[in-house]
């Protein structure tokens, strides 16, 4: 765990309140949770059609992300009336809503200036 008072956490801190793009980024930021959001924009909104789309993630790393997406208020867990076990399904809120045309128009971006290999989301 990292020292509130380290190097790292007052330049985390100073850049958070200098720019909001520091925090947006840092919101979104992370290897996989881009990805989720766009995936459960297409419908896929349980852990599983989640963990079948992105074949590549842990259970645990697509359980983190998914909560620090939760944190931030970009989607929301939402029970499934009558299940046993109780399902969970994942739905984007507003916020996260707004999000998926910001992704694309990065997905977009990425084509034209990124190297690398096109990823999935980035196929309309």
């Given at each position: 765990m990292r020292k509130e008072n380290?190097?790292?956490?007052?330049?985390?801190q100073f850049l958070f309140q200098v720019c909001e793009l520091n925090s947006a980024i840092a919101m979104i930021g992370g290897r996989w949770k881009s990805q989720?959001?766009?995936?459960?924009s297409q419908g896929n909104n349980r852990f599983n059609l989640l963990k079948k789309e992105l074949s590549n993630i842990t259970e645990q790393v697509l359980s983190r992300q998914l909560k620090e997406l939760e944190i931030h208020a970009i989607l929301k867990?939402?029970?499934?009336?009558?299940?046993?076990?109780?399902?969970?399904?994942?739905?984007?809120?507003?916020?996260?809503?707004?999000?998926?045309?910001i992704l694309k128009s990065l997905c977009d971006w990425g084509k034209v200036y990124a190297d690398g290999k096109e990823i999935s989301f980035c196929h309309d």
């Open positions: 380290s190097t790292n956490a007052i330049n985390e989720i959001v766009y995936s459960i867990r939402k029970e499934i009336p009558n299940t046993v076990p109780p399902g969970i399904e994942y739905v984007l809120t507003n916020k996260g809503n707004d999000l998926v045309p």
